[in-house]
């Protein structure tokens, strides 16, 4: 996503934490909101899934019923806030606005942490009934 272009240039932060990363070719398409990606006969639609940074985003597969969400929202938690680009009230926004609206079935998984779903998050996560 363009919102995190600059996280890319700046190697994600890691000279932040002492260490040099190679941040790997430079992006060559946006993924913007509602933009289809296709594998093979699977299609992706991306999620801007802002909050852990600012241009996070996550990959909706309908026909598996799946979101690969990155560290937006993990089994009971959510995604680190306190980083340059990370907001609280954002992440929640993208959580309630771009993942709860799923069906309760649909799979989420993160980038690490076991899997979880829609439905189990909207129950027993703390973080999204704390309102």
Request: charged content about 20%; glycine content about 12%; hydrophobic content about 30%.
């Amino acid at each position: 996503h363009p919102e995190d272009y600059q996280l890319w240039k700046m190697k994600g932060g890691a000279p932040l934490f002492g260490m040099d990363i190679d941040p790997g070719p430079e992006p060559t398409i946006d993924l913007l909101p509602g933009l289809i990606l296709r594998l093979g006969s699977v299609q992706f639609k991306v999620l801007h899934t802002p909050g852990h940074s600012r241009g996070s985003v996550s990959f909706y597969c309908q026909s598996e019923g799946v979101v690969f969400c990155g560290d937006l929202i993990f089994q009971g938690s959510i995604g680190r806030t306190d980083l340059p680009g990370g907001s609280y009230s954002t992440i929640i926004d993208s959580i309630q606005t771009q993942i709860l609206t799923l069906p309760d079935k649909t799979r989420l998984l993160s980038g690490h942490g076991p899997e979880t779903t829609v439905g189990f998050e909207r129950t027993h996560n703390p973080f999204l009934n704390e309102r």
